[in-house]
T-cell receptor, first 113, second 110 residues
Framework: NAGVTQTPKFRVLKTGQSMTLLCAQD?????MYWYRQDPGMGLRLIHYSVGEGTTAKGEVPDGYNVSRLKKQNFLLGLESAAPSQTSVYFCASSYVDSYQPQHFGDGTRLSIL | QQQVKQSPQSLIVQKGGISIINCAYE??????FPWYQQFPGKGPALLIAIRPDVSEKKEGRFTISFNKSAKQFSLHIMDSQPGDSATYFC?????????WGAGTKLIIKP
């Protein structure tokens, strides 16, 4: 049982390049989330999805886009990477009940030069 | 604007001691308060959680104390062990969204 799988684990980009981070979950969760984690700031929600085909903005959505074409997958895109987007990105998923825990992947460490 | 304030940023405790991490919140609409534990290179994982109608919840060596009137809650780790060394996040839920504290890096010295 894989849980939440994120690919890639590490990536280095140059400013202005684009890339897509992939998140896959095998727990049949309805909700999926993308967070970024920066030192001293905890986790901040970028975008989230409450079901296949639906997405919504979180706390820090600027510079990112997302898509949820399949229930088990949630993609995070950076159209034109900036150094300020250097961070560790975490994907999570959960059941519809907000009292259920969010299950996290192991993160993608992204550096923008 | 940080809606959940967590302290201290870092904490060093001797093995067998009590580790205490504190959080305070402002939004009275929060209705669920989980604590997550994160080891290096891993994602956070739920440790223990409490609802605001309960003043204390205990699971093994981990206890949450909740003070609704003061809008504060804390995590106590009894008999702290080196394996407890990790970063701990408090959080609060409103409208299905988790609002996170900044985290506390806990080191347990053998």
């Amino acid at each position: 049982n894989a849980g939440v799988t994120q690919t890639p684990k590490f990536r280095v980009l140059k400013t202005g390049q684009s890339m897509t981070l992939l998140c896959a979950q095998d727990m049949n969760h309805e909700y999926m989330y993308w967070y970024r984690q920066d030192p001293g700031m905890g986790l901040r929600l970028i975008h989230y999805s409450v079901g296949e085909g639906t997405t919504a903005k979180g706390e820090v959505p600027d510079g990112y886009n997302v898509s949820r074409l399949k229930k088990q997958n949630f993609l995070l895109g950076l159209e034109s990477a900036a150094p300020s987007q250097t961070s560790v990105y975490f994907c999570a998923s959960s059941y519809v009940d907000s009292y259920q825990p969010q299950h996290f992947g192991d993160g993608t460490r992204l550096s923008i030069l | 604007q940080q809606q959940v304030k967590q302290s201290p940023q870092s904490l060093i405790v001797q093995k067998g001691g009590i580790s205490i991490i504190n959080c305070a919140y402002e939004n009275t609409a929060f209705d669920y308060f989980p604590w997550y534990q994160q080891f290096p290179g891993k994602g956070p994982a739920l440790l223990i959680a409490i609802r605001p109608d309960v003043s204390e919840k205990k699971e093994g060596r981990f206890t949450i104390s909740f003070n609704k009137s003061a809008k504060q809650f804390s995590l106590h780790i009894m008999d702290s062990q080196p394996g407890d060394s990790a970063t701990y996040f408090c959080a609060a839920i409103s409208n299905y969204q988790l609002i996170w504290g900044a985290g506390t890096k806990l080191i347990i010295k053998p």
